[in-house]
């Protein structure tokens, strides 16, 4: 395998070997650990010495199920600190197949132009144009003109170009769709920063992944992919309702964060739930389960048609639909999907641009249920990068702070997802001690507060919170560096067999000799390198909690409040750092 490095202020691109100590990373892992070996910590995350790391898992590229995911690295505009922002779609395949460790992109130099493209002969700088200001669907159409119609492409929209915090980077899905993205910590912001639209992947004639043991990686790879559809979360309700199937679930649970975290139960929640997504898909011809990279047979996200039955959106997450819905009192499937088509076009993080819009609603700049509001400000404001655009596209703290808001639901200045941290107490510990910021991906522990997965803790209750969630930071971290999709955890969460069957795949892939603990130490590891540069950047133990209001205000239905003391808080890094 090879790491390839391009200097966009020199044009230069090197082909590296592997180092030794890199070998054994893949994904978060290795995005993490070259941002803390490269990149000095005073770097700005906007000027030419921050550094931006494309990274595929230790499986992608093989047949492993679901193993398609993508890491991207960078020091966070949107958060000040070290992010890992994980992506499917079509990329992390495509590298892997080319043997491609690791793309480090350095320097800047703006004019709009520059491609980067990748394929089996190496990378090349090329100057494109046409390009500036395009959206991603408009984009990703004319770089598959050019470049060929099964090209993988990633391209950020105008909020990158203009360098808004909550921009993500795009990546085209397996119907070429710019419905995937690399959404968290507004790295598409660093990419714009860079002055880099686009990078296209050309997987023809690639070698493909290099197998140390062709048979025992195909007798794993299949015992894996029975215990992930064996599951009922991840064999079964992923895949016929999408991971909307959550937004009855948690307002039954009385979680559904709504009105900008003012109850946690919306009484028109149904209008948006999976089920009802599931009816209008059907009913126009859509398709309720869509796999958002090759390999995935989860198959959790969809093809969104409008009412004429032409292709609208895909990839319409839980949390976007409660980021838009409940959280914004806004109970109209087809506005929401606007909303995500928008994100997905302009490229921005949905989960922070529907917590800035719950903020906006707090500070009066539109109503809450204002559908039309909405509309408007993506359309009128930020598409076209208004001062009031801008603003918006840089995410809820900014916007709050604009305002005066003094409930903005954020951590290190990264908006909070789609589950109340009072009454689903085990993610609001993951929400205040990330490194990542509030991130419910880092430690999943809706797991066992809310779906009886991988045992159980009461998810209005302190006890049991602070190890559930740093176990599952641990194991995350982990999982994150393989290329697998997070959610393959319900099966391991529930099925002993399943973590001794990943080491199958890794050792037979790689003819090493890996334990389950090994695995374990490595997602300790990432954490630690991952804290440490935190600390470098000039983050403290304060950075670990969650805003006032939370600690406050009693949430509705349950009357409780985020109670944690800050030592307890304290406890989840203590042997981490």
Known sequence: MKIYRVNLNTEEVKTEEVPESYAPLGGRALTSQVISDEVDPGAHPLGENNKLVFAPGLLSGTRAPSSGRLSVGSISPLTGGIKESNAGGTAAQYFGKLNIKALIVEGAKDDGKNVLVVNKDGVKLEKVDGLKGLGNYEAGDKLREKYGKNVSVMTIGPAGEHKMTAASIAVSDIDKNPARAAGRGGLGAVMGSKGLKAIVIDDTDAPGVVMHDEDAFKKASKKFSKIILDHPVSGEALRNYGTAVLINILNEAGGLPTKNFESGRYDKADDTSGETMVDIIKKRGGKASHSCHPGCIMGCSQIYNDEDGNYFTAGFEYETVWAFGANCLINDMDAIAYYDRCCDDIGLDTIETGVTMGVAMEAGIIEFGDKDGVKRLFDEEIRKATPLGRLLGSGSKVTGQTYGV????????????????????????????????????????????????????????????????????VATAAIDSTGLCLFVAFAVLDNEEAVPTIVDMLNAQYGISLTPDDV??????????????????????????MPEFFQKEKLPPHDVTFDFTDEELDSVYQDLE
Do not use: C, M
């Not at 639901?409 to 205040?432: F, L, M, S």
């Open 520 to 545: 374990t130490e490595l997602g300790k590891q990432i954490l630690k390198v991952e804290r440490n540069y935190n600390k470098k950047l000039g983050f403290t133990r304060e950075d670990d909690r």
């Open 406 to 473: 003094t409930r903005v639901p954020e951590v290190k200045g990264q908006g909070i997802p789609a589950y109340d941290p009072r009454a689903v107490k085990g993610v609001g510990v993951t929400y205040a001690t990330s490194t990542q910021g509030a991130d419910h991906t880092a430690g999943y522990s809706v797991t066992a507060n809310i779906l009886k997965v991988g045992g159980e803790v009461d998810p209005l209750k302190k006890e049991g919170q602070t190890e559930l969630s740093k176990n599952l930071q």
